[in-house]
């Protein structure tokens, strides 16, 4: 019996004695991907009947509640949009009355008030929720109905979203803004993908623009071919971090003189200033000779980039940039924002007053500069045009710390006085916190390979503390390394995206408390528990698959632990669906670790080894922590960590 198809998941009910689902056409029920959504099918139906109102409505009106103790479900009454004079705890208190006694699925309902919290009844849980879990492996959390809905043509109201995260710029510091905008983009990549929308990752790296000139400047003196090929992204930025050393008193004395109202002209023509200019003409006017320098820089940073991010499993589809912008779409934005009186002279500049067009708080913005030069916004604006060409997107994402959101405001802004409001609609700012103190703790750390590298060994350094746990695990460089790396991406996603946090590499690297170590050990546990007993992850899933009611003997009410566990896993694609709407990577990691508390105080109340239990009753526990394992599993790759086995 597959329950992957609606007729199955109705046999499956069926076989529990509720009947199958109830077809609620008006209902944007999703009973494929969310089986809460089945429970919320069958409750709207005897709501229906016991409120006296449209089945649509009653599934519409009844909610997840936020914490378990207030029900599985809840209805608050209003939301039935009772007619005038009827009292809503009156109501509550009527349909309670003309609720069952003797429910299937659902215990006896009392009201609280204006509320009615619906509960699960343990029995029939596991003989549902774990084929149902079983049957989807990697996908239980993901929605498929996407996919399912016509399965001759799988593509079928498939949308595309295009998220640009990550984008370094090159030949410099990789901070904690570019970690945090790699982390959460991956996740929020994952999520849509999962969620049934082809995703394009973007990584736009700055890799145009005046520094590339004086980086130039900065290879002729400087730069070594030996140590460009074996480690580019360090020896990059140590020549520029050097030439630009060289420079600084150059700008300097053009900044005094600006500040004192002088002509900064002959400053800027001499020296440094000369060299970096002229190189960054040859670029712009395409010199073969300066282009494929630069080429070289920037495809030798790209590939040093790739190994890096495959330690996070991130790929991206495409490395763009600020260079790949073509001039054509640049004159095409500033051709329509001419045409429409939006583009000002300004100091021999181009500019927007965003003011004087509505936008208070937005001030002036240079589009382009007065040597003729394009702005990082100019960019970006024609690039939104290039990508929706490209890309035909329905919604495209930026992934960028909070310092930013003036100007992604201006971005939008500007395309919306293009006329533009409905490409404009589209775009989404996700932006975040600060990470504080993480240069100050990690040392002189300026790549993003240097902050894994840090975390590795500060976690393997935690790991050698146990040396008899440490004895025992076979390879403890790759451990470390997938336990570290969930030690900065747990601590970087357990608050809400616009919180700042302390970077605390012991804090972070802890078995104990909320963090990444402790979600890592909570699956190598569950995994030991299958792997200890002698049974098999397959023989385990066919067994429940064929066999579903064997799964009851362990659950009843007098032994909550299992029963609640089992809710907590019914609620995972509920979970996943509020993540895609708020772009928290905190509701996901939130959930997790409800998950984890469960489990911890299920091994001592059900135990699978070592115990006088009959084989039924042996797999029936067995195949609990194998469910609570698989939901772990599919967050955890949903956040971007890779599960380890043992640790
Ligand atoms: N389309 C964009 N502007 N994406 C974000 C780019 C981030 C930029 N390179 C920075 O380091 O701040």
């Avoid at 109102?53 to 009106?61: H, M, P, V």
């Avoid at 900065?488 to 605390?504: A, E, L, W």
């Amino acid at each position: 019996m597959s329950t992957t198809t609606l007729e199955g998941a109705s046999a499956l009910l069926e076989q529990i004695g509720a009947g199958p689902i109830p077809s609620i056409p008006k209902a944007a029920a999703h009973p494929l991907a969310r089986p809460v959504d089945i429970y919320r099918l069958y409750l709207a139906q005897i709501l229906a009947k016991a409120a006296g109102c449209d089945a649509a409505l009653a599934y519409d009106s009844v909610q997840v509640p936020g914490t378990a103790a207030n029900g599985d479900l809840v209805l608050p009454v209003p939301r039935l949009r009772l007619p005038k004079g009827v009292k809503p705890a009156e109501k509550a208190a009527e349909i309670a009355a003309a609720f069952p006694d003797a429910d299937v699925l659902f215990k006896k309902v009392v009201a609280a008030g204006i509320h009615l919290p619906f509960f699960f009844n343990p029995r029939p849980l596991p003989r549902f929720i774990l084929p149902y879990i079983f049957q989807r492996k990697n996908t239980y959390g993901d929605d498929l109905e996407v996919g399912l809905r016509d399965p001759t043509n799988p593509d079928m109201g498939r949308k595309t979203v295009v998220i640009d995260f990550s984008s370094p710029n090159i030949a410099k510091e990789f901070h904690a803004g570019h970690l945090r905008s790699t982390i959460i983009g991956a996740y929020i990549a994952n999520l849509y993908k999962n969620m049934g929308w082809d995703v394009v990752k973007l990584n736009y790296l700055g890799d145009w623009g005046k520094q590339f000139g004086l980086l130039a400047v900065g290879w002729k003196r400087y730069g070594d071919e030996e140590e460009l090929k074996r480690e580019p992204l360090k020896h990059l930025l140590d020549v520029y971090a050097r030439i630009n050393r060289d420079f600084k008193p150059e700008e300097e004395a053009r900044d005094a003189a600006a500040k004192a109202g002088k002509e900064t002209a002959e400053i800027e023509t001499k020296g440094l200033f000369a060299e970096r200019n002229a190189f960054f003409r040859k670029m712009e006017e395409r010199d073969p000779e300066a282009i494929g320098l630069w080429q070289r820089f920037r495809d030798i940073s790209i590939e040093r980039y790739i190994q890096t991010y495959a330690r996070l499993n991130i790929s991206f589809d495409e490395y763009s940039g600020e260079s790949t912008v073509q001039s054509s779409s640049i004159e095409e934005a500033e051709k329509i924002l001419k045409e429409k009186g939006i583009y000002e002279a300004h100091n021999g500049a181009w500019a927007i007053h965003f003011d004087q067009h509505g936008a208070k708080g937005l001030g002036t913005a240079i589009i382009r500069g007065r040597d003729g030069s394009t702005t990082y916004l100019l960019r970006d604006v024609a690039g939104v045009l290039e990508r929706e060409r490209k890309y035909n997107f329905d919604k495209m994402i930026y992934v960028v710390s909070s310092e930013q959101d003036q100007y992604f405001r201006r971005v939008f802004k500007t395309l919306e006085l293009m006329g533009r409001k409905d490409l404009a609609d589209k775009l989404i700012h996700i932006n975040f916190g600060k990470v504080e103190g993480m240069s100050s703790r990690l040392g002189n750390v300026k790549l993003l390979g240097d902050i894994l590298d840090n975390s590795r060994e500060a976690m393997h350094e935690v790991m050698r503390r146990n040396e008899v746990k440490y004895s025992q695990v076979e390879n403890p460089d790759a451990v470390a390394e997938a336990v570290g790396i969930a030690a900065v991406m747990v601590q970087d996603m357990s608050g809400k995206r616009i919180n700042n946090y302390p970077f605390d590499m012991d804090r972070m690297t802890a078995f104990e408390g909320d963090t990444g170590p402790y979600l890592q050990y909570c699956h190598a546990r569950l995994n030991s528990i299958l792997r200890k007993s002698d049974i098999t992850r397959e023989e385990l899933v066919n067994h429940f698959i064929d066999h579903p009611s064997s799964l009851d003997g362990d659950i009843d009410s007098d032994k909550p632990h299992g029963a609640d566990l089992l809710r907590l896993m019914a609620q995972y694609p509920d979970v996943t669906a509020m993540a895609l709407k708020n772009h928290e990577p905190s509701t996901i990691l939130t959930y997790l670790f409800r998950l984890a508390h469960q489990l911890s105080s299920c091994y001592d109340v059900i135990q699978v080894k070592g115990t006088d239990a009959s084989r039924e009753v042996t797999l029936a526990r067995a195949a609990l922590y194998e469910g609570a394992r698989q939901v772990l599993e599919n967050g955890m790759r949903l956040l971007g960590l890779s599960p380890v086995d043992r640790m």
